[in-house]
């Protein structure tokens, strides 16, 4: 089973996620600020990472830079609000492979994880 790493400081973001992915079966771990998000990429090795771009602590975009240090063909997907796109230009520059607008779309969120999970 796949596993899913989303990353999200609201919680209610996480859950939705969470109930999305694992209805299109994944496995689903949570983090809700970069740094947390670093640490269990490193113990967890997920397949995918929902990534929030604006969060506390450590934002998305310096999460998602020590994420590829550690495994440059990691898979992440950037979430972001409405009117971030310079934050999305830089997180793709970065290293992201893809990004969804929040509020989520289910089908959006499902078709940009399989796609970069090559399914």
Known sequence: MPLA?????????????????EENGYEVEEAENGEEAVRKY???SPDIVLLDITMPVMDGITALKKIKSINPRAKVVMC???GQQSL?????KAGAN????KPLDPEKVIASVKKLAGK
């Open 42 to 44: 490193n113990e967890i």
């Open 80 to 82: 972001t609000a409405v």
């Open 98 to 101: 893809d990004y969804i607008l």
């Open 5 to 21: 790493l989303v990353v999200d400081d609201a919680a209610f973001i996480r859950l939705r996620a969470r109930k999305l992915l």
């Open 88 to 92: 999305v230009i830089e997180a793709i």
